[in-house]
């Protein structure tokens, strides 16, 4: 449970402000002071523009194009970002000194000179003498104190998986063959190559009756395929004694495909991970294009529905470079690998439709559990061990596991069991640098926290708390791990650090909002990325220290974007109904709202967030920066606006997140209801004059409030909304609802469309055209079953190009005019 009084944090920040109307002038100056501290908002007319829906859905250029994709530079002095240019999706770098003095000037980097400047996933020598890295698929080693930069390949193949050998050699792969080269020569040398094929066959005796006595009788047959014979025996010999020749094939069987594959430290050894071939499009389907480039009817390949996914399971193998041998590994050392885990689920279903189901033993489908950014195939400094993070296809099983080489077995380190899902997120691991411990995050405590554990040893958990840990970064001398974590309130971020022997943890940011962060190679300072709820994200860097001052870098926001007129939201905890933990939301008052206001009822919206697993009421500035500023326009004009962190939410830990699981759209539905509760009781608002809008899964939230409650809104706009979940993708469905042939009972109570003759009050679906994600065909269907119902006032408006973010600001104008309409006229 979050406590109660976490809310006072949230009061006292000058971030969760107070509900007035204000220019960003006082944000602006703030950002001169060295020690970055917030400002409190004041209900003072600064003389700034009032925001325009037109102006708050142009084009973002107009807020300044703030910095992206920011990384250290190998000195640990450089920062190197990207900026859009205006006016295209072109991106220009910029590398920046900052170790200055007199204060930064970012400076271009000319496309000339991109190759020089390194990369973000560079790598380094142990030594720390070198950094290797590839531009535009091939490879550079810098001299880090000199700054020296040699190109070791220069082609047209793309190079990748580079990797510092224990030799002192640098491997790296093209395609499925890896090879090393060495540093002092330049010479490469093959090291494998691997082949989705069965191994090749030797020319074969002849065997049926006729073919023996063709060879025995005519003697052409017999001396073509001697000639064959003696040459493939000549090329055997040649190869095995000739060590001038690559040998080293492996043959990994023919349909099969490599989801990941790691090359040890050593170079000895290769784990490869393999299944059979197949796409995320297998069994998919099509979307038409009806605006093509060249005016016919398009047909866009599209992903296949959850209802089409089949089970797989994915292959371990272990590759002994040195023997050419390879064995697969089996799963049956690992805990639960045979359990029926979806048994009561199972049950539950079948006694639905007059049958018994027997729960029995078998084994399950496991795959790799692949986290964005990170290798689910980790090798230890030595590279005598490895670990795998392992995931089960049903979802409910996470293991981390080594491999025992003499036995040739799979060795569970950490099972991590939900009866829900695992997350997706929160699945950093790793190995200590100098011992063979390995580190990780687990939800096992309710919350994601950092554990550790030595190979033959016992997990010990470093953080505790009723908070959420991410990102984690070891040090070079494993005493510390750094991390971001919102410890001090659900929606603030700052940057920590944790002693791995004693547990103690260390404040390292204290920059109220939003900051991500990046170590610097020598570990000296932090580069931060960090924004506030009225001000997108800028660079920042600060020493490694508690509470070190954060010094700017960037400054992008531009003078339009800072002038305008904007109501800051307030983040308040609405108390539950269905819980002790309150649901944390952003309040945008009117600008005329005085508190503990009487006499004329306040008419108010509710926003749903989208992806349903996502934070938005949180302290810095969010992915949703049009609707903060249509609410700000709307609350300007005498609305209460809401936006609610209902439950299913990131940022609250496993519970909050699980909420969800079999019946997507009843808690959340439960959570709009007190929502509105506490508007009514709060904010003067009328009861009868409350509207929501959403989209992707706040559409989906829209359709589910107006069907199931339908006197809790008196208007909706759903956009780009899911209405059935069997047509949505197999990754993020099936965590929640399983799969819709073992419990379909789940998909049902869960999907709009067999609610939607709940619809009373007047709804507006935006769906565009081009949605590879939520397909179009959503929409259509729903539309069908109200017409069929019988249903009015309901309208559709399509985006025949439109994706599922929409580029063109004219679509994002038309959609949210029409929203913007809906509520004027019905509210």
Partial sequence: ??????????????????????????????????????????????????????????????????????????????????????????????????????????????????????????????????????????????????????????????????????????????????????????????????????????LKEPSSYIAKEQHKLIEFVALQHKNKVDKQTRAEQLKAQNSTLANNHIYLGKAKQIFDVSLSPKGDKLIAVIGDKRTWRDEGDIMPNYVSQDGHIESVPARRKIADAKSHSSEVVFIDLSKQAQTTLAYDTLPGFDEDVLAAVKKENAARDGKKYESKKQPRDINLLRQRGQDAIQWNSTGEQVALMLEAWDNKDRWIATIDFAKQALVSQHRLHDDAWINYAHNDFGWFNNSDTLYYLSEQSGYSHIYTKPLQGKAKQLTKGQYVVSDLTLSKDDNHIYFKANIEHPGLYEIYRVNTQTNQRVQLTNLDGMTDYSLSPDESQLLLTHSKIMMPQELYVAKVAPNATATRVTNTVSEAFLEKKLIAPKIVAVPSSHGEQPVYAKVYYPADYVEGEQGKKRKAVIFNHGAGYLQNSHMGWSVYFREFMFHSLLASEGYVVMDMDYRASKGYGRDWRTAIYRHMGKPEVEDL???????????????????TYGGSYGGFMTFMALFTQPDLFKAGAAIRPVTDWAYYNRGYTSNILNHPDVDPIAYERSSPIYFAEGLKNELLINAPMLDDNVFFQDVVRLVQRLIELEKTGFETAIYPVEPHGFRQPSSWLDEYRRIHKLFKENL
Avoid at 63 to 87: M, Y
């Fill in 673 to 691: 209801a007190d929502g509105v509760k506490w508007m009514v009781e709060n904010a003067n608002v009328d009861q009868q004059a409350v509207g």
């Fill in 1 to 202: 449970m979050i406590k109660q009084s976490i809310l006072s944090i949230a009061v006292a920040s000058s971030l969760l402000l107070t509900g007035c109307q204000t220019t960003h002038q006082a944000a602006k100056s703030s950002e001169t002071k060295q020690n970055f501290q917030p400002v409190v908002a004041t209900p003072v007319d600064f003389g700034g523009e009032n925001i325009t829906l037109e102006q708050a859905m142009a084009h973002p250029d107009w807020l300044g194009r703030q910095p992206e994709s920011a990384f250290w530079a190998a000195d640990s002095k450089t920062v190197i970002f990207e900026r859009k240019q205006q006016g295209n999706e072109l991106r220009d770098t910029f590398s920046v000194t900052v170790d200055t003095i007199s204060g930064f000037t970012p400076n271009q980097v000319q496309l000339s000179q991109l190759h020089t400047i390194g990369a973000d996933d560079a790598i380094y020598s142990k030594d720390g003498k070198y950094q290797a890295y590839t531009f535009e698929g091939n490879i550079f080693l810098k001299t880090i104190a000199s700054g020296a930069i040699t190109q070791l390949t220069h082609s047209s193949e793309r190079e990748s998986s580079l990797q510092f050998l224990l030799t002192g050699e640098l491997s790296y792969r093209i395609d499925n063959t890896f090879y090393k080269i060495d540093l002092a020569t330049g010479r490469s040398v093959e090291l494998v190559k691997l082949h989705l094929s069965d191994e090749p066959a030797g």
